[in-house]
């Protein structure tokens, strides 16, 4: 493959996951907050006894499994407080991942800084948060948004060169 066809290439390869990760983060950032509203509509009783009933068998026959422990714990020590924030917090996560997305598929240059500014913060905080909760789910997420960040330069700098060349 010739040298200008190998740049093409990769350039095509690279903008198609960029996309890819944007879409990541639009249904993600669509199911947090579903998720941060439905936490504040379903009341912590009713929480228990989904997860007591999802659980709850498992829980007989293997009372050490880690994942049912996990949810129970959590829904029993669910407090009002604790709710109302993880509420607002997915709610407010949610929103900013759907404008990051909505902000760069209008492929306005002066959007890049400002959405690499808000998502190296975000990559910071859940690198603290793994830190100290461990979480797959957080580490996986956090991982697609390096590799967001990654191509949000080369994006950038593909559609800088675009508009001024």
Do not use: C
């Not at 007591?52 to 029993?76: C, K, T, W, Y």
């Amino acid at each position: 493959m010739r040298s200008s066809a190998k740049k093409f290439f990769y350039k095509v390869i690279e903008h198609k996951i960029f996309q890819f990760g944007l879409t990541l983060k639009a249904i993600y950032g669509t199911l947090e907050t579903a998720g941060g509203i439905i936490l504040t509509i379903v009341s912590s009783r009713y929480m228990t006894s989904i997860v007591q009933r999802i659980f709850g068998n498992e829980l007989i026959e293997d009372p050490s499994d880690v994942l049912g422990n996990l949810f129970m714990n959590f829904a029993h020590s669910l407090s009002l407080r604790l709710k109302a924030f993880l509420a607002i917090f997915m709610i407010a996560h949610g929103l900013i991942n759907i404008g990051i997305v909505l902000a760069l598929m209008h492929k306005k240059l002066w959007v890049f800084p400002i959405v690499s500014s808000l998502l190296a913060l975000l990559i910071t905080y859940q690198t603290y948060m793994f830190v100290h909760n461990h979480s797959i789910t957080l580490l996986i997420i956090t991982f697609v948004d390096v590799v967001l960040f990654g191509l949000l330069g080369v994006e950038y700098h593909r559609l800088r060169n675009k508009i001024v060349g």
